[in-house]
């Protein structure tokens, strides 16, 4: 999902940067394997943009050895080859390295403490990056949604529109982030890199602002103008496979330092999203 609004992104560009992306996915190349940085040296990249990721949260705590051999080995392979090639590496990584107990809004610094499999698995894809290279960007993010994707949005709109009341967390907060704000955001830290040298490091990008999941999905159903109840429920009464933060709130100190400003509110992009593709 987030790979199809970056290659778009930098497709619609009118700078040289255009014609220099190169997507690769499964089948072509399967992080996992040995070959894999053999295949990525291949390629001869300058930079390599890493978003390929085992994202089935749930799932990773019924398939644990999938989602470490995908996240963690996968993400050590594609740095093994940044290293050999000596370029930058900016991967993907997640709010749910934390653990959600702080009160406030976690910053770069903030230890992390993963309470899910899928929360271990992306933080030992971080500390293979930062183990094997001096040159990356770890760009943290949240509630990712966006065009060609399963995500939290396009459920919720299937389900609305089959049923009359759907129940949704109303005690885990997060920042919903458009996939495509985030696109441009990478495309702008990737320019300012090239005019300014900006510092590598750990970034955490989200929309501005934050919501449960509940008020989330009430903003979906009321934008998207469906007839459906939406009812609040906790974790616990929901009962999923895997545990997630209650806090998700990232700070996005190291972005807005950076850039000079934030992204636009969440509302502002969902508003944007659901009209172009309700
Ligand atoms: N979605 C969120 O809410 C969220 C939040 C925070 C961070 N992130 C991170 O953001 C990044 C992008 O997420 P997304 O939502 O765009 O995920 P996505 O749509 O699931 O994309 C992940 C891609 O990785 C591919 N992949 C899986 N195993 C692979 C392998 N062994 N080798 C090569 N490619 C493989 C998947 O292929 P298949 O589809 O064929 O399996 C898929 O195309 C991920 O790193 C994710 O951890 C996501």
Redesign the pocket.
């Known amino acids: ?5 970056l290659v778009d992104k930098f497709r619609s560009q009118k700078s040289e940067v255009r014609s220099q992306i190169i997507p ?4 072509d ?5 040995s070959k ?1 940085p053999e295949k990525i040296i291949g390629l001869n990249p300058t930079l390599v943009l ?7 949260v749930d799932g990773a705590e019924l398939n644990p050895d999938r989602a470490w ?3 963690s080995m ?1 993400t050590k392979n594609v740095a093994l080859a940044c290293q050999k090639l000596e370029i930058p590496i900016l ?6 390295i934390f653990d959600g107990e702080k009160c406030t809004p976690y910053v770069e610094w903030d230890p992390p403490n993963p309470i899910s499999i ?1 929360g271990a698995t ?1 933080l030992e ?1 971080e500390l293979w990056i930062k183990g094997l290279l001096d040159k990356y960007w770890i760009l ?7 065009k ?5 949005v396009s459920a919720i709109l299937e389900n609305a529109r089959k049923n009359h009341e759907i129940k949704v967390v109303s005690d885990q907060i997060c920042s919903p ?1 458009y ?1 495509n704000d985030l696109a441009s955001a990478i495309l702008q830290l990737l320019t300012l890199n090239s005019k300014l040298s900006t510092d590598f490091g750990v970034y955490h990008i989200t929309n501005s602002e934050w919501t449960s999941w509940y008020e989330f999905a009430q903003a979906i159903t009321e934008v998207s103008k469906i007839n459906c109840n939406v009812l609040p429920i906790t974790s616990f009464e929901l009962d999923r496979p895997a545990k997630r933060p209650r806090n998700s709130r990232l700070c996005n100190f190291m972005w807005e330092r950076t850039s000079g400003k934030p992204l636009r509110n969440w509302k502002e992009a969902l508003n944007e999203y659901l009209k172009k593709h309700r």
Do not use: C, E, W
């Open positions: 999902m987030l790979g199809k609004a690769t996915d499964l089948p190349l399967d992080i996992t394997q894999a890493h978003l390929a990721a085992y994202t089935d051999k995908v996240n996968g991967y993907i990584s997640t709010d749910y899928y992306k894809g943290r993010t949240s509630g990712l949604y966006g060609g994707g399963k995500n939290f982030t996939a």
